[in-house]
DNA sequence: AAAGCTTACAACCGCCTGAAT
DNA sequence: GATTCAGGCGGTTGTAAGCTT
């Protein structure tokens, strides 16, 4: 795989900014001012080096391609390990996992996630669903019997919201979208339930709204939203 | 050999946060 | 306390190279 001259055409932006790959002698220009001054005071380095490029475009370069310690070459099945079991706690925190891989930049790690398994999530089979569903509705029903989402991020907000229409009915808000879908009453106790609700959109949930969720409710203190998203994850929701 | 698809990754964008004013 | 701004972060895009049909 070829690096470097790749991507869009050298060009410059409104406010006359170059843009796009960077050539050896901006590389240059800027390894040696960071070397020289080192780092940090981005905007004033694209300044001072000569370089017309924005502070965040010189920091992301010197960041994910000219600083010292870079590993090249392809992720070995140990680092890989570990992005795995990093990213099953953290999600999708990139920086936070990059610093337990030494040389190995967040970019590279975010890449390297998605092109190798963001599209190889498990899916789950009816039977799991079934479960987690039943799971989903009696915690719903036993611990809440109007669930806010007030203290749940943007994010996992806009992924499921949950309301008590009365005592007997819940409907789940898929995206906020205009429409909620109805739950089967809840009077119902078998499986029969799950059969007739239509949560394909829900299962289709973004993986990184998943991860959302979890993280909420991982470092979020209790809170009803909070708690929803716990008793969602408890349940074997996000996988 | 050519077309289409997949993989890899550099680089951009928009949003958020915290420090400075 | 409000505003501004730089830096950091995660998500997304664009394109070349490699692979498959």
Known sequence: MVRG??????????QGWRKGPWTPEEDKLLSEYVNLHGEGRWSSVSRCAGLNRTGKSCRLRWVNYLRPGLKR???TPQEEGIIIELHALWGNKWSTIARYLPGRTDNEIKNYWRTHFKTKVKVPVKQDKKRILRQMRNQTQQNYTNVSTT????QAEEVI????????????????DEDPVELPPVTTTSDTWTENFPMDGLWNIDDELK??????AATANCSYGTDYAVNLYNGGFIF
């Open 5 to 14: 001259m790749m991507g869009w055409g050298a060009n410059t932006n409104e």
């Open 73 to 75: 070459g392809h992720i």
């Open 151 to 154: 203290d749940m991020s943007p």
């Open 161 to 176: 919201m949950i309301k008590s229409d009365n005592d007997n009915m819940f409907s789940i808000n898929y995206n906020n």
């Open 211 to 216: 991860v959302a969720i979890q993280n909420q």
